[in-house]
């Protein structure tokens, strides 16, 4: 099985059960970035106080940038966005990262990936 990561960060693949949190490998970008292009919608503005409004946008996911055609025994390596946009068109063959994070929220590693 073939991994490409598509996003712009070393994945530090760890072993959380090793002392340390061992790594086990590393990943680096393949230099693809796969995007999602996001799409503002503009709200009614939220009167907090007397006139002062203040602007409200919603986002929406729209179309996808840069992502590979899928391949046999390959898998992409992707951003929760891209995966989430992905899987409504279809695509199987995408994961994201799994991270750990320590008590103050610092990513320690990768645990697994998400499909």
Do not use: W
């Not at 680096?28 to 292009?37: E, H, K, L, Q, Y």
């Not at 046999?72 to 991270?99: E, F």
């Amino acid at each position: 099985m073939q991994l490409i990561n598509c996003t712009n960060h070393n994945i530090n693949l760890i072993d959380p059960s090793k002392k340390g949190n061992e790594e086990v490998m590393d990943i680096p970008p393949s230099g693809i970035i796969a995007r999602v292009v996001l799409r503002e919608e503009t709200l009614e503005p939220l009167e907090i106080a007397e006139s002062i409004k203040v602007p409200i946008v919603t986002t929406k996911l729209g179309k996808l940038i840069n992502l590979p055609e899928p391949q046999s025994d390959t898998k992409y390596i992707v951003s929760m966005m891209v995966l989430q946009q992905a899987k409504k068109l279809g695509r199987t063959d995408l994961l994201c990262p799994n991270v750990m994070r320590d008590t103050h929220g610092v990513v320690l590693g990768c645990v697994g990936f998400i499909t």
